[in-house]
């Protein structure tokens, strides 16, 4: 019996494929995380030939995983900086499609792929569906930063008064998270983030900080699969 919670991350994930990924699309951002699961699913279900005339760009050692392991043709953003569409999930969205992201350690690579893409759509669960950042997701802004620097960045993060910022550690391993880029993670929280962009712009200030999982005026559109089996759709 897949859960509740599973069957949303689905149907969001398949709608927004559905809608966004065109056959004339070539080149197909995809992030990580549970939710994206869904989305290489639903692109495994298209045409084989239009798939095979498509290249895939991974976000992390993950959805790079999900997507050779369906046999699809991987690219990086050296080789196709100008990306038709990337699907990604997100940890929490709020009212003006900001959102936070990284809770699996990714948000680096998954915002250059973002960045570079024509259009970014976010796909999520009810539960990751705020008004403000802050109200549901509360283990704090990941933060990636240079492993030399983490307590000295630890304690520009405590004096903008996230007071409660930790070093994200390992569950399988003794000591810290090391991202795909070999650096560590900050989990930091501010509360409710009224102001994003601003929390971001004083974050990424910080020297040894080398990318933030805020994502401010970044996504086109929001899926959020519901509880009661709909999709709602959050456009700009
Ligand atoms: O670092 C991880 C990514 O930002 C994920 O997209 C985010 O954590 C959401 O993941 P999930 O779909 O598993 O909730």
Redesign the pocket.
């Known amino acids: 019996m897949t859960s509740l919670i599973e069957q949303a991350?689905q149907k969001a994930a398949y709608q927004a494929v559905d809608e966004h990924v065109l056959p004339t699309h070539r080149v197909i951002g995809v992030?990580?995380?549970?939710?994206?699961v869904h989305v290489v699913a639903r692109l495994l279900q298209r045409d084989p030939e239009l798939n095979a005339k498509t290249v895939f760009i991974p976000t992390s050692f993950q959805s790079r995983g999900l997507l050779l392991d369906g046999g699809l043709t991987v690219g990086d953003v050296e080789q196709y900086p100008d990306i038709d569409v990337t699907i990604?999930?997100?940890?929490e969205v709020d009212a003006q499609l900001n959102a936070i992201?990284?809770?699996?350690?990714?948000?680096l690579q998954?915002k250059v792929v973002a960045e570079a893409a024509k259009k970014f759509v976010i796909v999520?669960d009810y539960r990751?569906d705020s008004k403000v950042l802050g109200e549901q997701w509360l283990k704090g802004v990941?933060v990636e930063v240079v492993p030399f620097a983490w307590r000295a960045v630890l304690k520009k993060l405590q004096a903008q008064g996230s007071n409660d910022a930790k070093l994200r550690m390992a569950v399988a391993k003794a000591g810290p998270v090391v991202t795909d880029n070999g650096n560590f993670i900050i989990d930091a929280p501010f509360g409710l983030i009224k102001d994003p962009v601003k929390c971001l712009r004083d974050i990424k200030l910080i020297t040894g900080v080398v990318e933030v999982?805020l994502f401010c005026n970044m996504a086109e559109v929001a899926y959020f699969g519901c509880e009661d089996g709909s999709v709602t759709i959050r456009t700009k």
């Open positions: 991350k992030g990580s995380g549970s939710t994206v990604d999930g997100a940890d992201k990284g809770g699996g350690a990714a948000h998954e999520a990751k990941p999982g």
